[in-house]
């Protein structure tokens, strides 16, 4: 069964900035950024929905998204 997505990065948000906070604090490293400057993509297979990221992040680009019972009931 594929993985809850728990957190999305905003582009609209995201200010592309040299050193990406939400890649230094990552310690499972799902936070990637190719490049400085670049934006940051999230690697789900890394990610351990610890949230660390989403407050790491002064512009709010990285967010909490909701999540959903893994047998679709409501």
């Given at each position: ?18 050193v ?13 950024q ?28 990285i ?10 009931q409501?």
């Amino acid at each position: 069964m594929p993985r809850e997505i728990r957190i999305r990065i905003n582009f609209d948000l995201c200010q592309a900035c040299q050193v990406c906070s939400a890649v230094k604090i990552c310690k499972p490293r799902a936070i990637v950024q190719p490049d400085p400057g670049e934006p940051p993509y999230l690697d789900i297979e890394r990610c351990r929905d610890c949230n660390v990221c989403v407050e790491a992040c002064p512009f709010g680009a990285i967010e909490l998204i909701g999540s959903f019972p893994r047998n679709n009931q409501i």
